[in-house]
């Protein structure tokens, strides 16, 4: 079993938005590791970072990405600094990995700078603009197609992802 599609990019990218409409158009299941990690902590990912720690966090993730990977065979979409586990990154290999490229004045607009993103509570806009700058090359690296997701409709977006890795 292997996802059809898995989702990587920024916070605000569209990875949620994004990954329901085209889990429905392809007729698969949505799934979110940062829901995995919320299910199996039984709290929010904020609350994590806060009272447990970014480690713990990561480890939460890398192990929900792994099972996800294993397990799910639909559209999946990855939290933002799933990327940054080498051995995330080893188990993506031969995946169709779409990199859900915005901008930062989008993800800044998308995301909020009152959200409860927890590596973006001081200083919202310069924090999100270091992340995406340093995960940028690891995202590319990744992809097996990027898709611009600035200014465009959600529809479009899908609509360029199925032309890119089928149906």
């Known amino acids: 079993m292997s996802p059809r599609v898995v989702l990587v990019g920024a916070p605000g990218a569209g990875k949620s938005t994004v990954g329901h409409l085209l889990a429905e158009r392809l007729g698969v299941a949505f799934r979110d590791t940062d829901a995995d990690v919320e299910l199996t902590a039984g709290k929010p990912v904020g609350d994590i970072f806060v009272e447990d720690g970014e480690e713990h966090f990561r480890e939460l993730e890398a192990r929900a990405v792994r099972l996800a990977l294993a397990e799910h065979d639909g559209v999946l979409s990855l939290g933002g600094g ?7 990154r080893e188990l993506l290999a031969g995946h169709p990995v779409v990199y859900l490229e915005v901008g930062l004045a989008q993800a800044v607009q998308r995301v909020g700078l009152a959200s409860a993103r927890p590596l973006l509570v001081l200083n919202p806009r310069s924090q999100l603009k270091k992340l995406m700058e340093a995960r940028r090359p690891i995202y590319e690296g990744l992809a097996t ?3 611009a997701t600035d200014e465009r409709d959600p ?3 899908v609509n360029e992802i199925v032309k890119g890795v089928g149906s």
């Not at 799933?82 to 995330?88: C, F, G, R």
């Open 82 to 88: 799933a990327v940054l586990a080498e051995a995330t």
């Open 145 to 147: 197609l990027t898709v």
């Open 155 to 157: 529809e479009e977006v």
